[in-house]
């Protein structure tokens, strides 16, 4: 009988100088695998799940995962009769990987059952990889003991096999670290039992005082071994215990509540990250803000692409780039399987499109923009038509026009834009410049695809999505017209906006949905903008490139001031989220869940960083200012417009709540603004009005207009 070992509970913080001191004398000095050489991301049993989901789209005749439950089950019952029948045979409960996915693929009924069987395996060790990290830390302990001549070997648990055990530490990069490696699959002993440690002193020639263990399980790991005489580091560390607890915590939820199916993705995927960077500048962690929203509107691009069978997706410039960059790099990741359509980036703009847009030179066609833009000037007019001021306002001349830059006041009963508009000479010369850049936009497009299917997909960040009615009224007269549908981040319908044959879905927000807690993304507009915007400049126009590929070419301009301010704060913001989505996607195999699932949790993000900004993050937007390129020609800044004074003083005093709402209702982000003057509950009260009133009496805020 063995004088029981030493177990000594040690954190990874102290392991090291554990193994000084406890090591000396010892010949061999073992390691559990997981969570003690390596964490897991997620829960073990989830990556049987994640194999029963892939399983089940192999034999699905749509290639949907709808009936995993039902294959995973069958994984169960498999597991319980190989469990029977080694202890039938006298050796411990367990089974083989290989052994098992055999029947397991075999039950399954579809194709080759072997080759489905080793895909499967191959499958489950990929997910292995994805599903585990090295301890941190733990490479140093480990070349510590190797450098003072120790040898080092593992053992574990587990129904892999040593040589799956060896690739795993391999891909980690801590199979250099081990002499040997010993794996309860291999030789029907297991840890639980003592068995297993009763086969490595054999192996290794010892006796148990000459071997030290360190695990991280009470039982298997500390209370067997302890048992045998070996002497126990048994790892009991507060942090990761915190960690592991929180990741079953919302695992279990989003097995529940779809709200916390986007919270468990996020814990996946930032969760002892290797990329993305812990605090940097307020930038940063507004692209680590962004970027999940991000993700998950371009994985619903992909979803909703699929569901409506669309041949082609055009992404718009300037916002579109980022997610087109995105779409590519999840499109590799899923693989061809995936089916998702070829997509390229489309350079288009409002003011560039909406000349060839109009079907004719009058108010009616010009009511889409004087409905947003009332504050016209004949010369602003011209400018937002791309008709050349020097042809035009000597013409206009003729008709009571002495100054370009004066307003025009209300459109529709200005007597001289009237009689400007019925000039023939006008009309001719409209409709020549019209059909001039109607065609290269309409050579343009058909360069880039847009004629190349029945259905395309227009992606852009959204608003009103009047560049799509442009585009779709600009080729109305073209027999190969696509259908086409819209697919936006964010969505404020215009009903008298529609035409046949042209569709608009909106992701984050849709002000169709009638949805008041989604309303909050069309609060700040810009941020979303700004963020994911290309620092390439507006497109003004086409020019022809005759001989080229494309034959026509977009016509940029960069402002300064937005150049200025992509340098000096966009490029922290987008480094977050590239890191982010360098993370996401390594942890993809891992992620369940629809982007519409994710969309609830991610909406709740936003609307933290919106109604209750934190201080250094409403100081941030005063940095910040944004070009309009169409309709008023401004540079647009995001500091306090308003006037306490006239809201507290100028009226009853009763109607004063009703004032300062309405006051900070025309602030652009009033939130910020409140959260700047750091009065305690400002925030809340503002909410609470907000939310009281706001509905009923005050209409929510249009998005800022896009530069694009």
Known sequence: MFERGRVTPVDFRTLAAALARRGAGKRVIGFDVFDTLLRRRVQPETVKDLAARWLARQIASDGSDRAWPAVREQRRRLEREHYAAAERAGDDAEYRLRSLAAEWAATAGAGDPIALARALVSHELELERCATFPTPGVEAVLA????????????????????????????????????????????????????????????????????????????????????????????????????????????????????????????????????????????????????????????????????????????????????????????????????????????????????????????????????????????????????????????ARRHGFTDPEAPLGAAATSAPLRAFLADPEVQARFTAHRDRAR??????????????????????????????????????????????????????????????????????????????????????????????????????GYAPRPGARVPVRPVLHVEPVERRVFRRYATDVFRGIDDYLREYLERLPLLVGTAAECRPYLLDQLRRYILYPRLDEARAFLRYSHVESFGVFHQTTYEFKGSWRRALLGGPPLGAVRRVLQMLQREFWPEAYLRRLRIPLANFVYDLLETRYGGRHVPAPPPAASSE
């Open 439 to 540: 065609a290269l936009l309409c050579d343009y497009l058909r360069a880039k695809g847009y004629f190349a299917a029945p259905a395309v997909g227009l992606v852009d960040i959204g608003w009103k999505a009047s560049i799509q009615d442009n585009l779709v009224r600009a080729v109305a007269d073209t027999p190969d017209r696509p259908t086409v549908h819209g697919l936006y981040f964010g969505l404020v319908h215009v009903a008298a906006d529609d035409v046949p044959g042209s569709h608009k879905h909106g992701y984050m927000a849709d002000a169709r949905r009638g949805d008041w807690l989604e309303q909050v993304v069309f609060k700040n507009g810009p941020v979303f903008e700004m963020f994911s915007s290309a620092g390439h400049g507006g497109v003004v």
């Open 144 to 395: 510590g003991l190797r450098a003072a001549g120790q040898r080092l070997v593992f053992v574990s648990d587990s129904y892999l096999s040593g040589d799956d055990l060896w690739g795993l530490l391999r891909h980690h990069g801590l199979a250099e670290y081990f002499a040997a490696g010993y794996c309860s699959s291999d030789v029907r002993r297991t840890k639980r039992s003592g068995r297993l440690f009763e086969h490595v002193l054999r192996a290794e020639a010892l006796t148990p005082r000459e071997l030290l263990f360190v695990g991280d399980n009470p039982c298997s790991d500390a209370e067997s071994a302890s048992r045998l005489g070996i002497d126990v580091l048994r790892l009991d560390d507060a942090e990761e215990a915190r960690r592991r607890l929180r990741l079953r915590w919302v695992e279990e939820l989003a097995a529940r509540e779809r709200f916390w199916v986007g919270a468990l993705q996020r814990e996946i995927v930032e969760g002892e990250p290797r990329h993305l960077r812990p605090g940097g500048s307020v930038e940063y962690r507004l692209g680590r803000l962004l970027a999940p929203v991000y993700v998950a509107f371009t994985r619903w691009v992909n979803e909703r692409a699929r569901e409506l069978g669309l041949g082609r997706l055009l992404f718009l410039s300037r916002e579109g780039l980022t997610f087109l960059r995105m779409y590519r790099r999840l499109a590799a990741a899923l693989g061809p399987g995936a089916g998702l359509p070829p997509a390229t980036y489309v350079a288009v703009s409002r003011i560039a499109t909406f000349l060839p847009a109009l079907p004719r030179l009058d108010l009616p066609a010009l009511g889409r923009m004087l409905r947003q833009y009332d504050n016209q000037s004949l010369a602003r007019l011209l400018r937002n038509l791309s008709l050349p001021l020097d042809e035009f306002v000597p013409l």
